[in-house]
T-cell receptor
């Protein structure tokens, strides 16, 4: 069982609010990711990090930002939420130092609804 | 960049029958092809993977085949059970060692 946690599980907020989605893992993994999953199921990589103080943009452009101050913590922030940000956000991690370094461990996701 | 196409988007089978999901990829440099299963309310979970130096891999009722020349790979589930009902994603590794996911297949196993 993966030890990666996302909070909140569900979030309903109004337009213009600032929000932070939390993601923490206790496995000591160096690499972490944020995926956006639309209602059509597709998974799109929006951010990833190789380790502390590393942040990279993914394949899908996103208005969100991320930070990696601690190895275990990779929060995602939206400064001003809009209805177009409504989606499921999935956090994942992997240990690039092991033989099975491509295996991703996913959290259960945060379902964000912006009204 | 990588592009992964997955078919079908939905699949219904009778319990005990086989299910096959197919994917194609575009980047010939990709060498790693995992399959993830996502159950309702949960994040995707790795169920099987294959590397480009292998043509087929099997794990109990699940098997994956890879045709690197044609750039396609498939997931085969035999003797399907209701608990196999879920969304399945194929993926291919990109140049940045990230995974590019297919569009997903919603599998329903009818008891």
């Amino acid at each position: 069982e993966a030890d990666i946690y996302q909070t909140p599980r569900y979030l309903v907020i109004g337009t213009g609010k600032k929000i932070t989605l939390e993601c923490s893992q206790t496995m000591g993994h160096d690499k972490m990711y944020w995926y956006q999953q639309d209602p059509g199921m597709e998974l799109h990589l929006i951010h990833y990090s190789y380790g502390v103080n590393s942040t990279e943009k993914g394949d899908l452009s996103s208005e969100s930002t991320v930070s990696r101050i601690r190895t275990e913590h990779f929060p995602l922030t939206l400064e001003s939420a809009r209805p177009s940000h409504t989606s499921q956000y999935l956090c994942a991690s992997s240990d690039t130092r092991t033989a099975k370094n491509e295996k991703l461990f996913f959290g259960s996701g945060t379902q964000l609804s912006v009204l | 960049g990588e592009n992964v196409e997955q078919h079908p988007s939905t699949l219904s089978v009778q319990e005990g029958d086989s299910a096959v999901i197919k994917c194609t990829y575009s980047d010939s440099a990709s060498n790693y092809f995992p399959w993830y299963k996502q159950e309702l309310g949960k994040g995707p979970q790795l169920i099987i993977d294959i590397r480009s130096n292998v043509g087929e891999k099997k794990d109990q009722r699940i098997a994956v085949t890879l045709n690197k020349t044609a750039k396609h790979f498939s997931l085969h589930i035999t003797e399907t059970q209701p608990e196999d009902s879920a969304v399945y994603f194929c993926a291919a590794e990109t140049g940045a060692n990230n995974l590019f996911f297919g569009t997903g297949t919603r599998l329903t196993v009818i008891p």
